[in-house]
Structure formats: structure tokens, C-alpha cells
């Protein structure tokens, strides 16, 4: 039952997308996923400024051809499917800009882009594949911060820095067994909120 609510939940995110007209979905899913289109982008090497006009080509060619992507639980997930257009559309501004620079600034950026084709873009989907886990990670623990107690909260967040757990109950002024297990409840809630988001969205 779980995996029919599951797989109900994703078929009806991608149905609103589908719908067009529903500005509110837009807007929604530009919230969701630009910055891991952005991530993505900035990941491959690509500077901000070309990496923000990017970006924006991509979420207009998504609102163009999001029909096209078909939902089948067994093969493809969408941000493997953003990860494409992502690809394509650096191609397509790398070789419509390249026309407007001359000189020496030519080769050079002649030679940015060929290192990006060539070692860059054919790892598009390992590449796309780690920034979906920070993207989504990032995502969940905005989303259940505010449900955890303060305390809670900075373990977490000391964890993740790698502090060790002697040294978060001293600067917490707690016992190294709570740390343990406030550790274990918010790992719990972050592993099923990052399940539940991965569902909905990836």
C-alpha cells in the first residue's frame, strides 16, 4: 500500500507539471529544481554568469517540452531527464556564443568548451547523480528543521561537520548517550523525509 501511495504521489507532481497553464505549478517547480539545475551547471566548470543564462534556457525548455517526459517507474527518473536537457542546452550555448567572440578570447573559450565536451559532459549522469543527493538532502532538511528542538538541531548540524560526539556533548552541555540518540532521531526523520522528497520529485 505504502508503494502505491508512493508511485500515485510521483504519477500526480509530473501530472501538474504536464499542465501548462497552472502558473502556480511553475512556480513551484522552479523552486524545487533551479538550484539543482544551477549546481549542476556550475559543477561542470561553467562560470556564474554563463551558468545563471544557462540555467534559465533550461527551465524555458523544460516549460516547452515537458510532455515529452514519460513517467516509467522502472527506467529513467526526472532528474536524470533534466540532466539531459542540461547537457544539450551547454552545448547549444556554447556553440551559438562562440560565433560572437573573436580574437584571443576565441580560442580560449574555443578550448574551455572542448575540455567540457570532452571530459565533462559524458559524465553528465554520475555528475547529476551527486548533486541530486546534495540538492535533495539540502531540500529535506529545510523542510523538517523546524520540527526538531533546537538542541536536536545542532547536533545535527555538528554531526555533519564531523565533530565528535565527546566534543558535541561538551559544547552542548549534554551526555555523549543523548547525543547518540538525538543523532539516531534525526538521521530517522532526515532518511524518511529524503525517501519521501526522492518519490515525489526525482
Same mark, same amino acid.
Given at each position: 500500500m505504502v508503494e502505491e501511495n508512493q508511485y500515485q504521489t510521483r504519477v500526480t507532481l509530473l501530472a501538474k507539471l504536464k499542465k501548462t497553464e497552472n502558473d502556480e505549478a511553475w512556480l513551484e517547480f522552479e523552486d524545487i529544481y533551479r538550484g539543482f539545475i544551477l549546481s549542476l551547471i556550475l559543477r561542470m566548470g561553467i562560470n556564474r554568469d554563463d551558468a545563471e543564462d544557462i540555467s534559465?534556457?533550461?527551465?524555458?525548455?523544460v516549460w516547452q517540452k515537458i510532455e515529452d517526459f514519460e513517467y516509467n517507474q522502472n527506467k529513467g527518473k526526472? %532528474?536524470?531527464w533534466l540532466a539531459a536537457m542540461t547537457?544539450?542546452?551547454v552545448k547549444d550555448f556554447f556553440r551559438t556564443k562562440k560565433n560572437f567572440i573573436t580574437g584571443r578570447d576565441?580560442?580560449?573559450?574555443?578550448? %574551455?568548451? %572542448? +575540455?567540457i565536451e570532452e %571530459?565533462?559532459?559524458?559524465d553528465i549522469e554520475n555528475l547529476a547523480r551527486e548533486e541530486w543527493v546534495l540538492h535533495i538532502t539540502n531540500l529535506a532538511? +529545510?523542510?523538517?528543521k523546524d520540527d526538531i528542538y533546537e538542541t536536536k538541531r545542532e547536533v545535527f548540524k555538528m554531526v555533519s561537520r564531523e565533530v565528535p560526539n565527546k566534543d558535541i556533548a561538551k559544547q552542548l552541555g549534554i551526555s555523549e548517550a543523548s547525543v547518540r540518540v538525538y543523532k539516531a532521531e534525526v538521521f530517522e526523520k532526515m532518511r524518511k523525509e529524503i525517501?519521501?522528497?526522492?518519490?515525489?520529485?526525482g
Open positions: 534559465q534556457a533550461v527551465l524555458t525548455k526526472f %532528474h536524470n547537457r544539450n542546452t576565441s580560442v580560449e573559450y574555443q578550448e %574551455h568548451y %572542448h +575540455d %571530459h565533462v559532459l559524458p532538511w +529545510d523542510n523538517i525517501t519521501r522528497l526522492n518519490q515525489e520529485l
